[in-house]
């Protein structure tokens, strides 16, 4: 094996990145981004069909960047700007892109030409680009696939959706823990096979279950004699293939890991995982919370639109179902608001603070719950202390707002009647807003999608049937 | 150099971590949290202050469990369990502490101690302890300390807080990029002051600037007579000292980065950050946009209860104002309410829905800013998204509540009014939902921290003034 092939070994389109970084660096701003006037000459070029110029533009930036690019040029100008930099499509860029705009592209492409970027890509990247084409198109491309590819991602599209199965790698170095660093080293020499890049080398028993971990720099820093299960860690965390990712993501962070080991049910080394997946998952993970809470749904501004309004809209009809079991509270008390409609006026301030307070405790709840912090053992400790916190600020704001509407309006009673409305309601939500994600999730419901409804239906009914009640049983109206 | 030697440079704790399995997988679910029954045995046994009891519980367990367990035991209960387990109590465990269980347990120190402590620490994990200390104890400590390590975090202290230099390390393996593999590896096994576990090499021209990357298993697939300049990657990351820590995140993640070098403002490779530093500040960031949404602060559950009041009564407040300005809209149709008090039951429908909507938007808005989606180029494109959404949406509701409200109350007039009502107040939901956050964001302002408050307003005020507007306008009340 000569050196030159060695060399080819290595990442060459990385080597070939090595590219003008002056230009480079004035297609971005300071924060990374791609400039208004970068994006603007791209689609300049564009609608001149110039693919030359576009292609010029196009060339020095990072992969990354250039699926970046995609996001933000028109939807109808990907397609030509896909055709003017065709081999500048690298598997990087394809990776790198947003899943909307990459399904868009691919579901363009003849079956064959997806299938050939999908045998360039690791599995974990052919399986993303795939598993969002339905059904018949997925079947088109992976009957056009080389078998031992096509295997791959057969099997790893037959684990549930967002499991480590889909998230694995099948590349990976796997050696038995006798092998000595020195074996070691020269076996990596010589097989030019193995993947090019990876942190950590799992051995493994004969039955290929791993017994221990050893990161590279340990490798590195020992003897040639040394036999690897004096270098190798043995307090592993195995991934079960079938592990949610939001799981997966959670060890890496608790353990602080770079690359893990995924075992299938008898215990068999079957994949890794390395941290720069992970990496997405816990973006998306722990940004979903404000959009699952919001109902806004996927809430990614790639989505096609007719996607986006009906998810929102089946939430807000969910909430317009609450709104009017609200509103049927208010019905009950009309008498009353015709009388004094002062009623009304104030009505609102009452529901909307609880709103308020039961979405700050929610949002707390729900992220600790999202990342472990609350578990049975704390629940009622952070129930009372949610209780507390409910109680002085529902005190501090019913002594503010009562003390302010009998002034204003020079009726001490209806000061006491908003300023105890305010207590209760402030009760209420903080209550509402630990109990009902602690209960769903104790149910095994995702608490960041529905907490958020049964939240306000609670602190709006409260907030008005506490006041108006009030108001009636005091005889202010 | 004897091989005894060598291995006691590799990580000592984590071998010996190699721990009785059986006794870990007991004390943890299968979502790998502790369980409530082995939690309350070691609070039974702090209550008994049986020290050797709760020692033998807790020792067989990962030093990131036995941070868990920190937080959930009660707070009277913490300085028992640290002074019990005194020699489990490793950097790792108080590395993986939550700041503020870490916060009250350090003040309980003294200064020597913390200072014994954090010079174990890597810098940045010793930062992190520290920065949360007032100055005064932060000044005993560093007394207290080595001048050579005390130097490092005195100068990681000057930087920003949430910047790259508190985030960087300062152990890191450099070399002249002509050095070949074989010295490489020669080097790494002599040099014993270098740090254990490093994932890339960087190579440094003559002025310390750093010229290239390799990735440790390049290395280990070269032949020794291989340059380092013919292994490196040229096209760096390079992250300067000053850089925002969630922008740092944003890079690691645009480029899948594991390792990335650190330069001072004249190009000087002063540090490295690594993935698992940066792993916690992303899940931090993008768990943070729900909480400050919210207006929920800090948002952690470990937070002293006062300053969680203090922090949600403000955010309370300013709530509050709104809400009053929205509630003096409606005061200035108390006579149309006194005559038609059906309108008083419907409106909280119209602002309701609004006020979903807008959260909506702006959930996805926000979204989008932070994770350098939505830049200036695009922002006209996602605006007339936004606004084709509110109006379907907003068609789609008003049809809906308009027709149920005209045929539940037998009148048709009150049915198109909150149906027009529906259409205004969803476009000015979803047009607030994206022109608040956007502006913020020009103006260097986190749209996250204050976008609901000026969202919420439009909303409410728009929806009662819509609505009860019409009402008046129409000859309804």
New interface residues.
Partial sequence: MS?AD??E???ED??A???D?ALETESLDE????K?EF??SVKEALAEEDSDRVYDLVEPL?P?DIA?LF??V?ENERHTLARSIRDLMGVEVIA?L?DWVRELLVEALPADVVADIAEQLDTDDAVAMLEDLDEADQRAVLAEMEPEERAAIESALAYPEESAGRLMSREFVAVPETMTVGDL?DF??EHRE??????EVFCVDALHHPVGTC?????????R??PLY??M???QTLIPVGMDQE?VA?????????SAAVVDPSGRLIGQIT??D???V??EE??E???L????GD?D??EP?LL??RA??T???V??AT??I???V??LF??A??RF?????????V???G???G??????V???I?????????TW??IM?EF??AL??GT??GV??GTGTGLLFGNALLGAVIATAMVVNNLVAGLAGILVPVTLARFKVDPAVSSAVFV?TAT?TMG?FSFLGLAVLTGLA
């Fill in positions: 050196e060695l060399k070994d290595l990442p990385e080597a990145a090595e590219n970084a924060e990374n981004r791609l208004p994006v603007r990072h990354a970046d996001e933000l028109d790198e947003n080293i990596l020499r193995l993947p090019t890049e990876f942190w990161a590279l720099s340990w490798i590195l820093r020992c003897p004699n040394i004096d270098v860690k043995r307090d799981e959670l060890r890496f962070q608790k353990y602080a890991l770079i941290v720069d992970v990496v997405h816990i973006q722990a940004g919370d404000t959009l809470l919001s109902g806004a809430g501004i790639n639109i986006t309004v929102r809209l939430w807000l009809c909430n317009l709104a009017i609200a509103s049927s208010v019905g009309q008498g608001i015709a409609a002062l009623l009304a006026v104030l009505m609102p301030i529901s909307g603070m709103g308020n307070a979405t700050q405790t929610l949002a707390v729900v992220r600790a999202a990342t472990n912090q609350l578990t049975d053992t704390n400790r952070m202390r507390r916190i002085a600020n501090a704001l503010l707002i306000t709006d008005f």
